[in-house]
């Protein structure tokens, strides 16, 4: 598991900052920890696909988004994934806040970059698994993403059992605890198309985001 | 009472498989709540448990699962005595009156505080209903099973055992490397089930067989009662959308022969076993002789995650969150300054310490309310196992309450009134417990006396049903310098303590050199000498180098220290030591040479340096307000500021800055402790209701604290009522409210609303990552702030006129 110091920084707003020891020290060392102690946890399914106007069906359980059903127009099949760095990624950002506020922030833009670096590399091995039954994949899509609503992330967790396999619990108001988790849908089509946008791009805060890849606005 | 616990220590015992997978084929929905079958095909129940009976079962599983309050709000009672009803059903309808109806308890599905958001003892609660109901109906045990989270373990235990007076057997969840969810391992988690009174204890689901064993090894040498070993049929497969598992019957029976070999006393299987899996299994395992249960006589003490071996190589229990003599330390608990309690514990564990004694006692402050906070918090920072030190028995009773995994208690005596108040509580809630060698006629002077305590107090242990491996015996250390004998009779103490009554000693150390020159000297060759009689555990300063260094040399000398490892690690090298935080090490000399002004180490953001000057500083001025904080602190902060709103400066920069000047700041404030401080004004932190994310509310609170102001931080997840309660009662002018999600921006708009009630002239501001101007408007906020310096900004516009 690699985390990206690029993607770090960026989590950090540290993207345009030169070189700087002390930073660079700083993130180093968070991410040499995070690598020593965090073992991240995964589980996917693939599961056959059914459609009706804008809602989906996975076993017999409706979604509703158009955007979704855009990005999964002519699958046949969905990959539900969840994935957590597990309650230790949570610990370690609350340890560092009683020392150093820069170190708590760091780590917290490290956990993100691992757990989208290790979401990343699941979808690599989604994508071979698909391959090997003539699928192709189209970029994943999480829960309260566009106008998938947050309110899926119920069912998301029965159909996959997230909470029996993977210690994710949810809040009152639907968020996942512990925090650094990941669910998403990833659709499989028999016909491979290249022109499907990916993240950012689809997104529809990309020009307000200070996350996002191409700058957004300051 | 049909007696399973004295069966399951005379012969091996067979557990049920699973349901789910079953239920489906009887035509169980997704999505269907599976309990909610026992009102509405209660026949079909019936079937499922009959099948497992007539496979020869001791031991099925009530239907009642995932029968929890959160899922059924309207008719728990209603479904868990269902369940239980027809498993006797089933056992009159197959004749096997011989069998034991378990009544099954699943985990909540929800996380725990601090980490998630339902509370220990609301956990305890929503188990206790269902345990109340189940007895009541006549369940012969209580099994609770598939527990990822030791802490959801131990409510649920704590439930059974205060509920009801049926066996209780525990089996948890693990993945591949032996680990819970949660962090949890096998030897960190087993001696608080067993603590905790677990009747049997032991592993199910997620795992196949084969890949148990290595785990089931761990158990078996852990455990001191019967280990249950149940199984998933193999790992889950996925096949057309459907999880299946394709360990079949005649391969899934071959391994549990060799697991029952190992020890196991309880076999049965989990997800994806069936009927026929179960009488294989019955078949093949029938021919294992059957052994009694080993004792292990280790004692273990532990956290959520991580484990303490007491015994072999002395450990180091870290004395310095006490405020015993520390003026700061006992200003922080009057303050309620947690974090600075925090700061005391992440010290000694970066310095060495293995477990960490906590007393947070003065006459001036509720110490159950503290201990209780001090030991949450602690436990969401730190894996290592904890002391819990207080004379007052409730404080204790709280404090073992709710801590998350088999503590040690700080301390018991030869006194009547202590053994009877302590050992009940190290009993209930299994914890390992310090023995003080004195009572009612004080300290014996001889090793003699110290001993037929330590006696008196094992044999009232006996009593208590708790095991000589839990009782630490502490010979006390007294000052040499009044009696030239007492090192000697110490140390005897501490020889046959450890070789005629065969426990673990603990000693605090620094008493003995009081009142003599160079207490160091005396303190770490009393620490050598006691290590070389046996001590398990020394009580000290782990920052303190020359404890450290006796204890690691001693330990290397004793041959508790394999290859040499702990000491060479420690000091090949010096530039290996002491390197405790980034800023410390990554402060890079030439830099100190090229500009040593206080101000450039706060814009350069190097927190060593920047204590060194305020130090260098703080000699040569009688006024350090003006000269160190007006002069060079604000106008260095101001600088960093104002280049963070000019996009010249980045975040981790503005933090760097902010951190170093906190560090001055604390010198600065230590230094002036006498002194009342002066602030700017105070001001409420919260992240809204159902919000869980307080990075953003963090900087923010630190960026305040540095420009003067005092925060009252509530925390994460926060009630409206608590935020306009402590707004009122301490009339506060500026309340800060954080959200991140869409979704909980009507919290915060709540909170305005509840505030605007009860105090108009308090004013809000508001940020986190949704907020944007039009939307901090239309909640009715008086201000929004798009990052801490704005913030900052806002608070000066209302308190700096």
Known sequence: MNIPVNEVKRYLGAARIGENSQLDLMIEKVIHELESRIIPHHIYRFFPLRFEENTFYVEDTPFHSSALSRNLKGCTDVVMLACTLGPEADRMVKRAEISSILEAAVTQAACSAMIEAYGNELNQQIKDDAASRNLYCRPRFSPGYGDLSLNTQRDFFRILNITKELGITLNDSLLMVPTKSVTAFIGCSPVNQNCILNGCEECNMNTQCVYSRNGGSE | ?801
């Open chain 2, 1 to 801: 009472m049909k007696p399973i616990l004295e069966k399951l220590h005379q012969q091996r015992l067979y557990f049920d498989g699973g349901s789910g997978t079953l239920l489906q084929k009887m035509g169980l929905k997704p999505g269907e709540l599976p309990e909610s079958w026992n009102l509405i095909h209660p026949e079909r129940v019936v079937e499922l448990h009959s099948g497992y009976l007539k496979a020869g079962v001791d031991v099925f599983n009530t239907n009642t699962f995932g029968a929890n309050r959160i899922h059924y709000p309207d008719n728990l009672e209603e479904i868990v005595r269902a369940g239980v009803r027809l498993g006797k059903q089933a056992i009159k309808e197959t004749g096997r009156s011989d069998a034991y109806v378990a009544l099954d308890i699943g985990p909540t599905g929800k996380l725990l505080e601090p980490l998630g958001d339902l509370s220990f003892e609301d956990a305890v609660e929503l188990f206790a209903e269902i345990v109340r109901y189940g007895a009541s109906e006549g369940a012969d045990l209580v099994m609770i099973e598939t527990m990822t989270d030791s802490y959801e373990a131990k409510a649920a235990l704590l439930a059974a055992k205060e509920n009801c007076d049926l066996p209780v057997f525990i089996t948890c969840t693990f993945d591949a490397t032996g680990k819970l969810l949660t962090g949890g391992t096998v030897k960190s988690l087993v001696p608080m089930l067993e603590g905790l009174g677990a009747d049997a204890v032991g592993i199910n689901c997620s795992l196949g067989p084969n890949e148990m064993v290595p785990i089931v090894k761990q158990f078996l040498e852990t455990a001191n009662v019967p280990v249950i070993v149940n199984p998933n049929a193999g790992l889950p497969k996925t096949r057309n959308g459907m999880t299946v598992f394709d360990v079949l019957p005649e391969e899934f029976s071959d391994i549990m022969k060799e697991i029952a070999g190992l020890g196991a006393k309880g076999i049965g299987g989990c997800c994806g076993t069936t009927p026929s899996h179960i009488t294989k299994t019955i078949e093949k395992v029938k021919e294992v002789p059957f052994c009694t249960t080993q004792s292990n006589p280790i004692t273990i003490v532990s956290s959520y995650s991580s484990y303490v071996e007491i015994g072999g190589k002395t450990k180091i229990i870290g004395e310095r969150i006490n405020p015993t003599g520390k003026k700061k330390f006992q200003q922080a608990l009057r303050d309620h300054n947690i974090d600075y309690i925090l700061s005391q514990a992440i010290e000694q564990e970066d310095a060495g310490a293995d477990i960490l004694d906590v007393n947070v006692g003065l006459p001036d402050i509720d110490e159950k309310e503290m201990m209780t906070t001090v030991i949450r918090r602690l436990q969401g920072i730190t894996s290592l196992p904890l002391q819990i030190d207080s004379p007052d028995p409730k404080v204790l009773e709280q404090a073992l309450r709710i801590y998350n995994g088999k503590p040690l208690i700080n301390s018991v005596n030869g006194k009547e009134e202590s053994i009877h108040a302590v050992l009940p509580l190290a009993k209930k809630y299994g914890a390992a417990v310090v023995a003080l060698c004195l009572d009612e006629q004080g300290i014996p002077s001889t090793a003699d006396g110290r001993i037929a305590i330590a006696k008196r107090i094992l044999e009232a242990a006996d009593h208590y049903g708790i095991p000589r491996r839990d009782i630490i015996i502490d010979g006390l250390t007294m000052t040499v310098s009044s009696d030239p004998l007492s090192a000697r009779t110490t140390l005897d103490t501490v020889y046959r303590a450890s070789h005629e009554l065969g426990c673990a000693t603990v000693l605090g150390v620094s008493n003995i050199s009081f009142g003599l020159p160079q207490r160091a000297l005396l303190n770490s060759n009393f620490l050598s000498m006691a290590m070389a009689n046996g001590l398990s555990c020394a009580i000290i300063n782990p920052n303190n180098a020359s404890m450290l260094g006796a204890l690691r040399s001693s330990n290397a000398l004793l041959n508790q220290d394999e290859h040499f490892e702990d000491y060479i690690n420690a000091y090949a090298g010096t530039e290996e030591l002491v390197v405790t935080t980034v800023n410390t090490a990554s402060a890079p000399k030439q830099n100190v040479e090229a500009d040593a002004s206080l101000r450039s180490a706060i814009l350069r953001g190097i927190t060593s340096q920047s204590e060194r000057l305020t130090e260098e500083l703080l000699k040569t001025t009688e006024d350090p307000l003006t000269d160190i904080v007006n002069a060079q602190l604000i106008p260095a902060l101001d600088e960093v500021g104002k280049g963070f709103e000019a996009g010249t400066v980045f975040l981790p920069q503005l933090l760097m800055s902010a951190d170093a000047a906190k560090a001055s700041f604390a010198v600065i404030r230590a230094a002036m402790q006498d002194h009342p401080q002066e602030i700017k004004g105070r001001v409420i932190l919260a992240t809204v209701k159902n919000d869980i994310h307080d990075i953003g509310k963090n900087i923010v609170k630190v960026m305040l604290e540095n420009y003067g102001y005092d925060v009252i931080d509530l925390g994460k997840d926060v009630d409206p009522e608590v935020i306009v309660e402590t707004a009122v009662k301490e009339n506060i002018r500026l309340v800060g409210l954080s959200a991140l999600m869409t979704t909980t921006v009507v919290s915060m708009e709540e909170t305005i609303r509840q505030l605007r009630a009860a105090k108009p002239d308090t004013k809000v501001v508001v940020g986190g990552a949704v907020m944007t101007q039009e939307y901090a408007d239309k909640i009715g906020a008086d201000a929004y702030a798009k990052d801490a310096m704005a913030t900052v900004r806002y608070a000066d516009s209302i308190f700096v006129k």
